[in-house]
């Protein structure tokens, strides 16, 4: 089903769209767990789930055969990440051709970041530099729903910050682009900002809002330094106090995940997109909190 009609089908239903984001492991080991992820979260019935795609197309082939495993082995509806890093036109084709032929209907667009070992993205001869361009040329080949990415806060690459950002989406909107997924965020009110230019702007697609479950306080502080998600003072003295404990950390994070999704939900966000990151356990108690 398109993500078009799913999120129709959630409206229609007053049920929140509520999704959940894996990655493409690289090992053998790493695959087996988390195809055990996904068969614990499939119970929860989710409104779709998205596979990423590794920096430089360095899991290109994992990400679709995850992509189609779940297509055709659960009753779970996939979504495939796909970035411009390291593809040419003709690659991101012949790719969308195999989507389409196993009956892949949703593509999340992506300029993508740039490979291991470079200090910046670089579009390869023959390939695209910006997702604006790469959601055009899916809209124009193919039959997709296509989501796209933005930022709340601002990309972290982005000298004009959210105003970029909202100008950029615009472009997606207008090249096809059915829907947007956030950059994770832990103050609600960088969404509803967001949210509102956007509408002044013109830009009617949902804009889903991106949570991130903390599990682990040192990597979510990384993690956010490298994407531009802002880390708030509360937050922080909250988790360094338990910063050695390991169930704490993941309980805080559940309470406060849960707490950011029920605040967005009832003020109007379309659901959330939870980043599972290949793990169940925060992702069902946030469903069931929910």
């Known amino acids: 089903?398109?993500?078009?009609?799913?999120?129709?089908?959630?409206?229609?239903?007053?049920?929140p769209s509520i999704?959940?984001?894996?990655?493409?492991?690289?090992?053998?080991?790493?695959?087996?767990?988390?195809?055990?992820?996904?068969?614990?979260?499939?119970?929860?019935n989710p409104a779709f789930v998205s596979v990423t795609y590794g920096a430089g197309g360095s899991t290109q082939s994992r990400t679709r055969r995850i992509v189609e495993r779940i297509k055709h082995e659960t009753a779970l509806e996939p979504m495939a990440h796909l970035t411009c890093v390291g593809s040419t036109e003709e690659d991101l084709a012949a790719l969308l051709s195999q989507y389409q032929a196993s009956n892949i209907e949703n593509i999340l667009a992506l300029r993508?970041?740039?490979?291991?070992?470079?200090?910046?993205?670089?579009?390869?001869?023959?390939?695209?530099?910006?997702?604006?361009?790469?959601?055009?040329?899916?809209h124009a080949?193919?039959?997709?729903?296509?989501?796209?990415?933005?930022?709340?806060?601002?990309?972290?690459?982005?000298?004009?910050?959210?105003?970029?950002d909202l100008k950029y989406l615009k472009i997606k909107q207008d090249n096809g682009a059915i829907a947007a997924?956030?950059?994770?965020?832990?103050?609600?009110d960088h969404y509803y900002r967001f949210r509102d230019a956007a509408e002044k702007m013109g830009i009617t697609i949902p804009i889903i809002p991106g949570?991130?479950?903390?599990?682990?306080?040192?990597?979510?502080?990384?993690?956010?330094?490298?994407?531009?998600?802002?880390?708030p003072d509360w937050l922080h003295?909250?988790?360094?106090?338990?910063?050695?404990d390991e169930h704490a950390t993941k309980q805080i994070g559940i309470e406060i995940a849960t707490r950011q999704s029920?605040?967005?939900?009832?003020?109007?966000?379309?659901?959330?997109?939870?980043?599972?990151?290949?793990?169940?356990?925060?992702?069902?108690?946030?469903?069931?909190?929910?």
């Open 1 to 15: 089903m398109k993500l078009q009609d799913i999120l129709a089908r959630c409206k229609a239903e007053q049920t």
């Open 141 to 164: 080949r193919n039959d997709f729903s296509i989501a796209v990415a933005t930022y709340p806060e601002g990309h972290p690459e982005s000298a004009g910050g959210v105003a970029d």
């Open 112 to 138: 993508g970041d740039a490979p291991e070992g470079m200090d910046s993205f670089e579009a390869i001869k023959g390939g695209f530099a910006y997702a604006t361009a790469l959601t055009a040329f899916i």
């Open 19 to 44: 999704s959940f984001e894996f990655f493409p492991p690289k090992t053998d080991k790493g695959e087996e767990n988390l195809w055990a992820c996904i068969q614990e979260l499939a119970p929860l």
């Open 211 to 231: 949570i991130m479950p903390i599990a682990n306080y040192a990597q979510i502080v990384r993690f956010s330094a490298m994407c531009g998600a802002t880390v």
């Open 262 to 290: 029920q605040d967005l939900i009832s003020n109007d966000a379309v659901g959330v997109h939870i980043y599972a990151l290949n793990k169940s356990e925060a992702s069902i108690a946030i469903c069931r909190n929910l």
């Open 237 to 244: 003295e909250k988790l360094d106090a338990y910063a050695d």
């Open 181 to 188: 997924i956030t950059q994770y965020f832990f103050d609600n």
